[in-house]
Nanobody, 124 residues
Framework: QVHLAESGGETVQAGGSLRLSCVFS????????IGWFRQAPGKEREFVAA????????SYADSVKGRFTISRDNAKNTVYLQIDSLKPEDTAVYYC?????????????????WGQGTQVTVSS
């Protein structure tokens, strides 16, 4: 059974940085595209970033380009999301998800497995 566990969320001041981690277990990690999504209070879940199985293709939402960096370490079964220059509008629960697609996918329906999420709160 595939399991994803996010960590690293916390309350930070605007302008600060965080690194979120997503640890994968229960399957073969290096065949999955991994995506990050977020959901703010009262809003729909939105795509943030994705990385293909070998890290060769990265994709970002326009709203986070230049501030967010996705990476993966297949030896550690882990995907990271580095978030810099945090803004209050980045406040959300951040989820990682695994997809069988060989290319980045932007819709939640394209992902088969999801973590429980980690809360990021940015204070102004």
């Amino acid at each position: 059974q595939v399991h994803l566990a996010e960590s690293g969320g916390e309350t930070v001041q605007a302008g600060g940085s965080l690194r979120l981690s997503c640890v994968f277990s229960g399957g073969t990690f290096n065949i999955y595209t991994i995506g990050w999504f977020r959901q703010a209070p009262g809003k729909e879940r939105e795509f943030v970033a994705a990385i293909t199985w070998n890290g060769s293709i990265l994709s970002y939402a326009d709203s986070v380009k230049g501030r967010f960096t996705i990476s993966r370490d297949n030896a550690k079964n882990t995907v990271y999301l580095q978030i810099d220059s945090l803004k209050p509008e980045d406040t959300a629960v951040y989820y990682c998800a695994a997809s069988h697609s060989p290319t980045p996918r932007y819709g939640g329906k394209d992902y088969s497995y999801w973590g429980q999420g980690t809360q990021v709160t940015v204070s102004s």
